[in-house]
């Protein structure tokens, strides 16, 4: 921890990155500078960015009844509007083998602040809480601010970023709250088989935590393997299942999303846990009245067609990315992605000259080429490289002709 004073008080600050803070650091090295070609940014999970994708024409058409309604001017209830968490329960539970309860559905500020919930909820002295690496920072972010220690398991790159579940149980003590899995998954791609999903529920069970299920990216998914949510094993251990409207939908900055509590057999609903969230929500502001209106009818109204769309440019992207990565000597892929919106790649650094890690490799990228790509160290794996494929394909073959240039320019020449 490093201090800053504010006022005269001392003030405890989390080192920890962001992925926000190190891209915007990446965009101020090239800025000011004038270039005739245009900044490409494979950094940042925000499909908007790109003219291919947009969302569907029922989503901001709900938007505007519901706000032309003049019903949702005011107020909601702190946990949410009920026909809101009401149609989040039936949306979700078409996927599980048990249905949830709007009193299962708390409605937040994006995934972000449903993260923020779920750690606060679970914070006590002396607690710890397991996270996969490579993985997403904010989880390390809202835990240092929450004084909940940290451990972290390996995703296995040779099976697919497989979670290592003989080092959760080695890490894992009396004090270990819950175990986090992010599935689809970010930064890796990755998609879980029910198998395997199968086999982090009885882990979790036989070490008594519950399972934190990060599912921003549900149903995003083009490979060999079906999105299976965390919630199909609520019955062997509990789940909190945390998502948005912002990558399916392709509305990040309409910031809904939901914490719910995944537990058929009712932990959850002890009056006290029951209480204590909703008393935690009393603090909290969610979204907007009127965008919490509008998702019975999104989520009821989309069409498939919307869906396979933003599916098919995925994987076409991503296949894209795949492919062109395999002409750089220097950086290699170990896994195809099969879903979500990202993948990461590893950095041969003994092919490069002048290049001493991931960050310096991103930062000379930045100023050289004028593409962002996020450093490994940021997610967790040093000397790795995580790269955004939801871009517009035009767009990805530029860049990634661009890190070739790069890399060709920077490698090493070996006598023959």
């Not at 494979?42 to 029922?58: R, Y």
Request: aromatic share 8%; net charge negative.
């Amino acid at each position: 921890m490093e201090n800053g004073t504010v006022n005269g008080y001392e003030m405890d600050t989390p080192k920890n990155i962001t992925i926000k803070g190190i891209l915007s650091l990446l965009m101020e090295s090239i800025d000011g500078n004038n270039h005739s070609r245009s900044v490409i940014s494979l950094g940042m999970g925000d499909p908007t960015a790109h003219s291919c994708f947009h969302t569907t024409h029922v989503a901001p058409e709900a938007v505007v009844d519901a706000l032309q309604s003049g019903k949702f001017n005011g107020y909601a209830p702190t946990v949410g509007l009920p026909q809101t968490r009401r149609a989040i329960a039936e949306y979700l539970s078409r996927d599980l083998p048990y249905k949830l309860s709007s009193d299962d559905v708390f409605i937040t500020s994006g995934c972000t602040q449903a993260i923020d919930v779920a750690l606060a909820m679970l914070a006590r002295p002396g607690a710890n809480i397991l996270l996969p690496r490579p993985g997403f920072p904010i989880y390390e972010l809202c835990a240092a601010f929450r004084h909940l220690e940290v451990r972290h398991f390996d995703l296995l790159p040779e099976k697919g970023w497989e979670v290592d579940l003989d080092t959760i149980e080695a890490l894992a003590d009396q004090n270990t709250v819950a175990v986090v899995i992010i599935n689809p998954g970010n930064p890796c791609g990755n998609v879980y088989s029910y198998q395997h999903l199968k086999k982090i529920a009885e882990t979790a069970e036989k070490l008594k935590v519950l399972v934190i299920a990060d599912e921003v990216y549900g149903h995003l998914v083009f490979g060999r393997n079906p999105f299976v949510p965390m919630g199909v094993f609520g019955s062997i251990v509990p789940v909190l299942t945390l998502g948005s409207l912002s990558k399916r939908w392709i509305v990040p900055g309409w910031r809904l999303g939901w914490f719910v509590t995944s537990d058929p057999s009712g932990m959850f609903r002890n009056p006290k846990v029951v209480e204590r969230i909703k008393k935690y929500f009393d603090i909290l502001g969610g979204p907007a009245t009127f965008i919490q209106a509008a998702v019975p009818g999104i989520l009821e109204l989309t069409d498939e067609v919307f869906f396979k769309k933003t599916i098919n440019i995925l994987k076409q992207s991503s296949d894209i990315c795949f492919d062109r990565l395999k002409e750089i000597p220097c950086i290699s892929c170990p896994y195809k992605p099969e879903g979500s919106m990202a993948m990461m790649m590893k950095l041969n650094l003994s092919l490069l000259e002048d290049i001493s890690d991931d960050i310096d490799f991103c930062f000379k990228l930045a100023r050289e080429e004028l593409v962002i790509i996020l450093p490994g160290t940021a997610v967790g794996l040093k000397n790795w490289l995580r790269i955004t494929f939801a871009a517009d394909p035009v767009a990805l073959e530029e860049a990634l002709g661009r890190v070739k240039s790069f890399c060709q320019r920077h490698s090493k020449q070996f006598e023959s």
